[in-house]
């Protein structure tokens, strides 16, 4: 069974510009979540998607955004890029809502913002 | 916050020592995770304990939960140079919300 993936692995962007991340979940996994893990600050969620509905939402600005498709894939958006903005961003599916189902993350992108 | 903490934030043993870690929490929960991450990985989860639950094995993890003190440790036993990482606990949100609140992690390394 594939695990979650992740691309691309890393991506380098300039400040101003959008920065685009993708996730693919487990076969099966209706739930994806989104995390950013920037130096020394841990795990901050970001965004939760299931079912193609934006379920929850961290304290983040408007400008991180995302979306889950069809096939529950989902993609993370964030424009005007800042230098905070540089960390990694984790990707975890789960089988279902229920919080007793663990997650299953991916390998995340390593943004760096310039 | 609902973030809980791990104590301590970093640990230094050698190989065949045991580690162990802890973690405190502010809400209610239902249930509290364990994950391991690899430097600048993704995070593998370990564990889950049921809030009716006090003690949960898997291989050489040991992991306890004491509701009334609001706080969780995972105990590695007979560590080994792999088991070097940062180790989180992880709660449900709460309020309706079944996101995964993280703590800050604690950061193991084991010395050959």
């Known amino acids: 069974e594939a695990g979650v993936t992740q691309s691309p692995t890393h991506l380098i962007k300039t400040r101003g510009q959008q920065a685009t991340l993708r996730c693919s979940p487990i076969s099966g996994h209706t739930s994806v979540y989104w995390y950013q893990q920037a130096l020394g600050l841990g795990l901050q969620f970001l965004l939760w998607y299931d079912e193609g509905e934006e379920r929850n939402r961290g304290n983040f600005p408007p400008r991180f955004s995302g979306r889950q498709f069809p096939n529950y894939s989902s993609e993370l958006n964030v424009n005007a890029l800042e230098l905070e903005d540089s960390a990694l961003y984790l990707c975890?599916?789960?089988?279902?809502?229920?919080?007793?189902?663990?997650?299953?993350f991916g390998s995340g992108t390593r943004l760096t913002v310039v | 916050s609902q973030q809980g903490e791990e104590d301590p934030q970093a640990l230094s043993i050698q190989e065949g020592e045991n580690a162990t870690m802890n973690c405190s929490y502010k809400t209610s929960i239902n249930n509290l995770q364990w994950y391991r991450q690899n430097s600048g990985r993704g995070l593998v989860h370990l564990i889950l304990?049921?809030?009716?639950?006090r003690e949960k094995h898997s291989g050489r993890l040991r992991v306890t939960l004491d509701t009334s003190k609001k706080s969780s440790s995972l105990l590695i036993t007979a560590s080994r140079a792999a088991d070097t990482a940062s180790y989180f606990c992880?709660?449900?949100?709460?309020?309706?919300?079944?996101?995964?609140?993280f703590g800050k992690g604690t950061k193991l390394t084991v010395n050959p």
């Open positions: 304990i049921r809030s009716n639950e």
């Open positions: 975890a599916s789960s089988l279902g809502v229920s919080p007793y189902y663990g997650y299953t």
């Open positions: 992880a709660n449900p949100g709460g309020g309706g919300s079944e996101k995964l609140v």
